[in-house]
C-alpha cells in the first residue's frame, strides 16, 4: 500500500533541496503577472499553509474527519489575492487555500487554529460549531457550506443578481458594495450535473438580455471526479463559445499566471457585469478523500506522473529561479509551517465536542430579533398606491384575491421585498394571484424568470444573502421536485453549517394540492407535502380560505423578516376561486380583505377551530378543512353530531398542545387528510395522540396513495363530503355515541 501523503511531502523536500524542479522557462512571471516579490512568497506561505493541513489531517485518522483535502488545488489562492475580500465567494470543498489568503488580507491571524477546530469537529469552530468541516466566515463574505454536487451555483447566481437589483434599486442596507463580484468554485466533474448547468445557462441568459450578471464561475479542472475520468478537452469544448458566457483559462499550476488571469476575470466580471468562466487547469493529489485508494483504480505511474506537477514545486520553482528566495529559504518556510500546523493541530484535538442532541439541533431555528427593524407603511403611502382600488377592499373575495392583496401590502410594507417566478410578472401568474404587482412594483421587484425551478430557488437564496427578502413561487407543487435540494440541501442547512450565522429568510410560494376542475392531472394536482415536512427547521403554511390565507402570508412574511425562517406557503388551487360553502350563491366561502393594520394579527401555529361540539374533533386543513365544514353541517342536520373542526393552518412544525387541547374535550377524533396516506400529516397526527396515549376512539380519511389522474376520475382517490360524514358516523356509532 502506498501513502502517497508521504511520498508528496518527502518528494517536496528532496526535489527543492536537489534543485529538481519543474521546467517554468515559458511560464508566466510574477512580474508579468503584476505580482511583486512579497506578493509572491505570501501566495507560497498560503499554498504550504493548506498542504500542511492536508498532511496533518490524513496522520491523524481518528482525531480529523471528512479528510477531503486541497492538494493540487493550492493555486485557488491566488484568485483570493486577485479579487476583494468583500467580492462573496461561494467555494468548492478543495479550496481551503482560496480561504487561507483571503482570511491573512483580512487579518485572520488564526485561520489555521480555526480550521484546524473545523476538522476535528470541535464544538469551538467558530464557523460551524463542529457540525462539519466547511470552509467559510462571515468576515471574509465565504458563506459555509459542505453541498450536494454543485447546488451551491444557482444561489451563487442569485446573489449575483442581487448585486445588479441592489445598485438599481439604491438599497443602501445591502450586505455587498453595488459593485461586488461574485466568485462560485466546483470541480470539473460537478461541471457536468443539471444543477450547474441550469445555473451557467441561468447566468448566460441573463447577461444575453444584459441583465447584470457579475459572477465568476470557476471551474478547477483536476480531470477526474472520484474515480471517472474527464474526457480530454470536455470542459473547454463545453464552455469556450457560450453565448452570454466570456470563456478564460490558465494554468493553475503557476499562480503568478492565475493571479493574472484571475484579476482579468474579476476585473471584466466588475466593470461589463457580466458573467465569466474561468477554466482552472490543476491536479489532484492524495486521491479524492481520506478513504479513498487511488491505486485501486489508477496506475501508480500515472499517479506520479501527476504527483511530480505539484503545484508547490512549481511555486518553490519560480521563486528560487527569479532569486526572491532561495532553496533554504523556502524549505524553511515549508516546515516552520509544518512545525505551526502541527502544534495548533494539537490543540484542536484537546478541544471539546458536541456532545447532546440539544447541542447539535441549537442551530437549525435561527436566532429570532437579528433582523433589522421593520417599518410599515404609512396610510398615506398605502391609498396613494391602490388608488381606486382600495374601493374594493370593503367587498366580499375569494382566496387568490386575498393572497394578491396581501402581497402588494407586503411588498409596500417591505421594500426589499422581491416576487418572481415563471410567468408572475406581465401575465400576473397562470391563476392571476400576481396580477398588477409588476405594475405596481416594476419588473426589477416582480420578475418573470426563466423555467427552471433550481434557478428560482437558487435566486432566492442568493438574493437573502444580500438582504433581499424573497418571494418566489414555485408554479405548481409537483414541479418543486425538480428543485428540492436547493430547500433541503441549501436553505435550510445553512444555519445549521454556519452555527446560525447566516441564514436563508424566505417565503416560497407553491400552487397545489388536489380537487382542481378542468385543468388538472398529477402534474397540476400533486397531493404530498411530504418534500418539505422532514426537513429541519423549514414552516410549512397551508390556509383554507382567503381571510386566512392574507393573515397566514403576513405573518409568514414576518417570520422570514424577523426571525430568519425558510417558510413554504402552500396555495390550495381548487378554494382560489371558492365563493360557495353548503349551498350555492351563499358566498360563505368569502370574506372583504382587511387591511394590515386593520386587521387581527394570526401568530405562528395557531389553528383555527369551527364549533364547540364534543361529540365529535375533525382535524384538517386546506381542501380538507373545506370538505370538513360541509360534512359538519350534514352530521349536524341528519344525525345530531355535535361537531367541532379543527383547521391546522400550519402544517409543519404542527402545534401539538393546541391540538390535544381540542380533541380531548370530544368523545371521537377524525383526522382529515388530502394528501397521500403514506407520509402524510394525519400519519404524524395519529403518531402524537398514540404517543400522548390520547384514549378517544381515532380514524382518519385520507387520499389514497397514487396520483391524481386527469377528467371526471380526478377526485376519486381524495376525500369527499360524504367519505368523510361516513367516516364519522362509522366511528361514533362504533364507539357508541
Known amino acids: 500500500m502506498f501513502d502517497r501523503a508521504e511520498a508528496i511531502d518527502k518528494a517536496f523536500r528532496e526535489r527543492v533541496t536537489s534543485d529538481n524542479l519543474p521546467d517554468i522557462t515559458n511560464a508566466v512571471s510574477h512580474t508579468e503577472s503584476g505580482l511583486s516579490t512579497s506578493d509572491l512568497v505570501d501566495l507560497f506561505e498560503t499554498q504550504v499553509m493548506s498542504r500542511q493541513l492536508d498532511l496533518i489531517a490524513r496522520r491523524s485518522k481518528g482525531r480529523t474527519f471528512y479528510s477531503i483535502g486541497s492538494s493540487g488545488h493550492e493555486g485557488t489562492a491566488a484568485i483570493a489575492k486577485a479579487s476583494r475580500n468583500t467580492d462573496m465567494a461561494f467555494l468548492h470543498y478543495r479550496d ?7 482570511s491573512r488580507q483580512h487579518g485572520g491571524a488564526a485561520v489555521l487554529y480555526e480550521m484546524m477546530l473545523s476538522f476535528a469537529a470541535s464544538s469551538d ?47 443602501q442596507d445591502a450586505v455587498l458594495p453595488h459593485d461586488a463580484v461574485i466568485l462560485c468554485s466546483f470541480g470539473d466533474a460537478s461541471a457536468n450535473h443539471s444543477t450547474a448547468q441550469g445555473a451557467i445557462n441561468s447566468a448566460a441568459w441573463a447577461a444575453f438580455q444584459n441583465a447584470p450578471m457579475p459572477i465568476v464561475f470557476i471551474c478547477e479542472d483536476n480531470d477526474i471526479g472520484i474515480s471517472v475520468r474527464t474526457p480530454h478537452g470536455w470542459i473547454r469544448a463545453s464552455y469556450e463559445n457560450r453565448p452570454g458566457l466570456k470563456y478564460m483559462s490558465c494554468n493553475g499550476l503557476n499562480v503568478s499566471e492565475t493571479y493574472g488571469t484571475a484579476r482579468k476575470a474579476v476585473t471584466y466580471a466588475r ?21 479513498d485508494i487511488e491505486a485501486s483504480y489508477t496506475d501508480i505511474s500515472h499517479i506520479e506522473t501527476i504527483e511530480a506537477q505539484d503545484p508547490l514545486l512549481h511555486t518553490a520553482a519560480e521563486l528560487i529561479r527569479s532569486g526572491c528566495l532561495d532553496a533554504e529559504a523556502v524549505l524553511q518556510i515549508y516546515d516552520t509551517t509544518a512545525q505551526r500546523v502541527a502544534r495548533v493541530a494539537g490543540e484542536a484535538f484537546a478541544r471539546p465536542k458536541l456532545e447532546s442532541a440539544r447541542e447539535v439541533m441549537s442551530s437549525i431555528v435561527p436566532t429570532s430579533g437579528i433582523a433589522p427593524e421593520h417599518k410599515p407603511a404609512d396610510q398615506l403611502q398605502r ?49 392571476s394571484v400576481t396580477t398588477g404587482l409588476q405594475k405596481k412594483f416594476g419588473p426589477a421587484r416582480v420578475m418573470d424568470t426563466l423555467l427552471d425551478e433550481q434557478t428560482i430557488l437558487g435566486l432566492a437564496i442568493g438574493m437573502a444573502h444580500n438582504g433581499f427578502l424573497p418571494i418566489p413561487e414555485i408554479q405548481f407543487l409537483a414541479y418543486v421536485h425538480n428543485a428540492e435540494d436547493q430547500i ?66 403576513r405573518e409568514s412574511v414576518r417570520l422570514a423578516h424577523q426571525e430568519q425562517r425558510v417558510v413554504v406557503f402552500v396555495e390550495p388551487i381548487a378554494l382560489y376561486m371558492t365563493a360557495d360553502l353548503h349551498e350555492e350563491g351563499d358566498k ?8 394590515p393594520e386593520a386587521d387581527e394579527a394570526l401568530p405562528f401555529g395557531e389553528p383555527a377551530v369551527y364549533g364547540r361540539g364534543t361529540d365529535l374533533c375533525i382535524l384538517s386543513y386546506g381542501n380538507g378543512y373545506y370538505l370538513s365544514r360541509k360534512a359538519a353541517r350534514q352530521l349536524a342536520d341528519e344525525n345530531g353530531l355535535k361537531v367541532r373542526v379543527v383547521d391546522l393552518r400550519w402544517v409543519q412544525p404542527l402545534n401539538e398542545s393546541a391540538i390535544l387541547k381540542q380533541v380531548r374535550a370530544c368523545k371521537h377524533i377524525l383526522v382529515v387528510d388530502e394528501c397521500r396516506k403514506t407520509g402524510s400529516v394525519s400519519e404524524q397526527i395519529m403518531t402524537l395522540l398514540s404517543e400522548k396515549k390520547v384514549a378517544r376512539p381515532i380514524a382518519r380519511v385520507t387520499a389514497e396513495d397514487s396520483f391524481i389522474p386527469l377528467g371526471t376520475a380526478a377526485t376519486v382517490t381524495l376525500p369527499d363530503v360524504q367519505s368523510i360524514a361516513k367516516a364519522a358516523m362509522t366511528l361514533c356509532k362504533g364507539a357508541g355515541k
Not at 394 to 420: E, S, W
Not at 504 to 516: D, E, H, K, S, T
Open 96 to 102: 481551503a487555500a482560496f480561504l487561507i489568503q483571503r
Open 125 to 171: 469552530d467558530p464557523v460551524s460549531g463542529g457540525r462539519h468541516k466547511v470552509l467559510g466566515g462571515k468576515d471574509v463574505f465565504v458563506p459555509p457550506q459542505t453541498s450536494t454536487i454543485a447546488s451551491h451555483l444557482p444561489k451563487a447566481v442569485g446573489a449575483a443578481h442581487s448585486v445588479g437589483l441592489a445598485r438599481k434599486l439604491n438599497r
Open 271 to 291: 466593470s461589463l457585469r457580466k458573467p465569466v468562466f474561468l477554466h482552472l487547469k490543476t491536479v489532484r493529489l492524495m486521491g479524492h478523500a481520506g478513504a
Open 383 to 431: 391609498a396613494a398606491m391602490w388608488g381606486k382600488e382600495l374601493a374594493a377592499h370593503a367587498k366580499a373575495q375569494p382566496m387568490a384575491r386575498h393572497i394578491n392583496n396581501a402581497l402588494a401590502d407586503i411588498m409596500l410594507d417591505y421594500p426589499q421585498a422581491t416576487v418572481f417566478g415563471e410567468d408572475v410578472g406581465r401575465k400576473g401568474g397562470v391563476y
Open 488 to 553: 433541503r440541501g441549501e436553505a435550510a442547512t445553512l444555519p445549521f453549517f454556519s452555527n446560525g450565522q447566516y441564514t436563508n429568510p424566505m417565503v416560497i410560494r407553491i400552487a397545489g394540492l388536489g380537487y382542481q376542475k378542468g385543468f388538472g392531472g398529477h402534474f397540476h394536482n400533486d397531493n404530498s407535502l411530504t418534500v418539505f415536512r422532514d426537513i429541519p427547521g423549514v414552516i410549512v403554511a397551508c390556509p383554507s380560505n382567503g381571510s386566512d390565507a392574507a393573515r397566514m402570508l
Open 588 to 595: 360563505a366561502w368569502l370574506a372583504p380583505y382587511a387591511p
